[in-house]
């Protein structure tokens, strides 16, 4: 089965207001949504899994937008960690959401693919505590 549009493996992700990305050709449309799935090999961990907004530049490269709605908001990634081709393990792509299974986030499945160091390693402070009733 494919799906339509399918997986773009990414390239570059520029440290520039708008952030810009370049992938393997691609038929994506201004205005679609996509998730930008980033190994930590690749770096530019701040946009991991993140989704955007996207506007086409070419074929090949569009800028990432946090809003749909006008005016939208571009993604800065000015100050962001460089995207670094690592041209290893589980490459760095962009996905139209809603074209097709979303790879898993489980912390397992993240240590296995070098995504992530540990099981623990993107956990938030537990800040609630509630009393049990032993």
Not at 47 to 52: F, G, I, M, T
Request: one cysteine or more.
């Amino acid at each position: 089965m494919t799906f339509v549009p399918t997986r773009y493996l990414i390239s570059n992700i520029t440290k520039a207001n708008p952030a810009v990305v370049t992938t393997t050709p691609n038929i994506y449309t201004t205005g679609q949504i996509v998730r930008l799935n980033i190994p930590k090999a690749y770096g530019m961990q701040e946009l991991n899994n993140k989704l955007a907004s996207i506007t086409v530049l070419n074929n090949t490269t569009f800028s990432l937008q946090s809003s749909q709605v006008p005016p939208s908001v571009n993604i800065d990634s000015t100050y962001f960690q460089a995207f670094v081709n690592a041209g290893t393990g589980t490459p760095a792509a962009a996905v139209a959401v809603g074209s097709g299974p979303t790879p898993s986030l489980s912390p397992d499945d993240l240590a296995m693919r070098n995504e992530c160091t540990s099981k623990i390693e993107d956990a938030t402070t537990n800040v609630a505590i509630t009393n049990q009733p032993f």
